[in-house]
């Protein structure tokens, strides 16, 4: 029987927003990127291999090839840099290394699904519950995707900290080991959530860039332009949408459950009860205090 690996990794972070003018970020979402084990090991090559070609600045001392692998390119770098901080001329460039990761993905038949949580203003946030909600939705999309290619897998999430990998764990090891409910929900799944370092996974490497260079700015800009006044909202995100949510819209997986259809991609908006059809149709911001639309997105696709 063959096997996938799910990396998953987050952006933002599980700190409340108070204030609509904090300097916290408004969104948290955590991703999930989906791959069939025999590509791998060509992926990390190709990832590899882009990586050196782009910046080659960076991997002039290597002792071993294998040694550019532990030197990121991060996200968060990356989103400043397509946002245009630092230039016409980088922009240009790490968009392009951009496209290249898409393309990629697209090779390598990579699919993502992401759980993106916009924050209310003065509303609490609850890490924990967050974090544990989130993992299972996207293990309950691998799950799906595992038991439709007849294959077996295993989680594995960027390394954080003790507590905050215990919960993400913890929130998968009870519904495999549950004995209620029909017992096991991921009965694909060979273990609960493993934890990797990035620097030693392609995956978790490519998982972060999706994440926050992507998928972060995306929804910030989407559902908190006009409703949240921080450095985190930044008009130029809207690049960002039109040059790249096609591409993200094709690598999503989507499925039906239950009869119903679920996007690989969803929203949980507590700032203004909107669905995920604001970032897939309808991108234009909110006017400041306007109604807000709830209505779900038909997706381009189901697997």
């Keep these: ?18 204030l609509s003018t904090d300097n916290v970020q408004p969104v948290f979402l955590i991703t999930g990127l989906f791959i069939n084990e025999q590509l791998v090991r060509p992926l990390t090559e190709d990832f590899t291999r882009l990586k050196k070609d782009f910046f080659p600045a960076k991997f002039i001392n290597l002792r071993h090839q294998l040694d550019a692998m532990p030197i990121e390119l991060k996200g968060i770098d990356l989103k400043k840099a397509i946002r245009g901080d630092f230039g016409a001329q980088t922009q240009k460039h790490q968009c392009r290394f951009v496209d290249e990761v898409l393309k990629l993905l697209k090779v390598h038949k990579v699919k ?32 799906d995707y595992l ?11 960027d390394f954080r900290s003790p507590g ?24 694909s799944l060979l ?13 978790l490497q490519i998982t ?7 998928l972060c700015p995306m929804a ?16 130029a995100d809207q690049s960002i949408i039109e040059r790249y949510l096609p591409r ?20 949980e908006d507590r700032l203004g009860r909107r669905g995920v059809s604001k970032l897939m149709g309808d991108r234009r911001p909110a006017k400041r205090g306007s109604p807000s639309s709830a209505h779900e997105a038909s997706a381009e696709h189901v697997e």
């Design 112 to 143: 993502i699904a992401s759980v993106i949580w916009i924050k209310g203003v003065g509303k609490p946030f609850k890490g924990p519950a967050v974090y544990a909600t989130s993992t299972q939705r996207v293990a309950q999309l691998f799950e």
């Design 248 to 267: 993200i819209k094709a690598l999503q997986y989507s499925t039906r459950l239950n009869g119903t259809t679920v996007w690989g991609i969803s929203i």
């Design 164 to 187: 905050e990998n215990k919960v993400v764990s913890h929130s998968i090891f009870t519904q495999i080991y549950r004995k209620k409910n029909n017992g096991n929900a991921y009965p």
């Design 1 to 18: 029987m063959s096997h996938s690996i799910c990396y998953v990794d987050e952006a933002g972070n599980a700190q409340p927003l108070v």
């Design 147 to 157: 038991h439709r290619n007849q294959h077996r897998g295993l989680i594995v999430s």
């Design 208 to 214: 972060d860039i999706i994440t926050s260079t992507l």
């Design 220 to 235: 910030t800009f989407t559902y908190c332009t006009g409703k949240v006044q921080n450095v985190h909202v930044n008009d």
């Design 191 to 203: 273990e609960a959530p493993l934890f990797g370092i990035s620097n030693n996974h392609a995956g």
